[in-house]
């Protein structure tokens, strides 16, 4: 295992770690659960950066990334959820988007097919990450302000898994 490989896994300790603080309704445990996912979604950027830099890409590591990040803002979605902080039709659009993207990825590697991501792709995650960040921020807060910004974040970053599920299902359908 290396240290890329390594730190993907330790970004799906914490979004498990995430999930049982966010659901706290105690300021410690929501602020533990803010910075558990900052920390993680950092990782995200790192591991990548990390492993190309060092000649470390496996295909261990090329495996569990997609499924850390899914992990991460996917629980970080259903805890939002749960929270009433975001409408329940919003994470089942982002879920179908990924479960329609991972059985096209799914299809195309049976024939030895890979479907690289796609800059699209890689902005929803950031955005997502963001408001998600915002929509946490504010469980801490509770500032109408931010309230506001995190709710056009996540509506840009919904806007944004919708247009890169399009993308990667056009692509994937060339591919096949």
């Not at 445990?29 to 558990?36: C, D, E, P, S, Y």
């Not at 950066?49 to 991460?72: E, Y």
Request: aromatic share 8%; proline share 2%.
């Amino acid at each position: 295992m290396t240290g890329p490989t390594a730190l993907t896994v330790a970004r799906m300790l914490l979004s498990i770690l995430f999930m049982i603080f966010v659901t706290i309704p105690d300021t410690w445990a929501r602020i533990t659960a803010l910075i558990l996912f900052i920390v993680a979604a950092i990782t995200d950027k790192i591991d990548g950066i990390w492993a190309r830099s060092s000649r470390q890409v496996t295909d261990l590591g090329a495996f569990l990334d997609p499924i850390a990040d899914k992990m991460l803002v996917n629980l970080a979605f259903l805890a939002l959820t749960y929270l009433n902080v975001v409408p329940l039709w919003v994470f089942a659009v982002v879920l179908v988007r990924d479960f329609a993207v991972d059985g096209m990825r799914m299809a195309l590697a049976r024939s030895k097919v890979t479907l690289a991501a796609s800059f699209c792709g890689k902005l929803k995650t950031t955005i997502q990450m963001l408001a998600l960040t915002i929509l946490l921020l504010n469980l801490i807060l509770n500032n109408e302000i931010i309230s506001v910004i995190g709710n056009i974040a996540l509506y840009i970053a919904l806007i944004l898994t919708i247009i890169s599920g399009i993308d990667y299902l056009y692509r994937g359908r060339k591919k096949i």
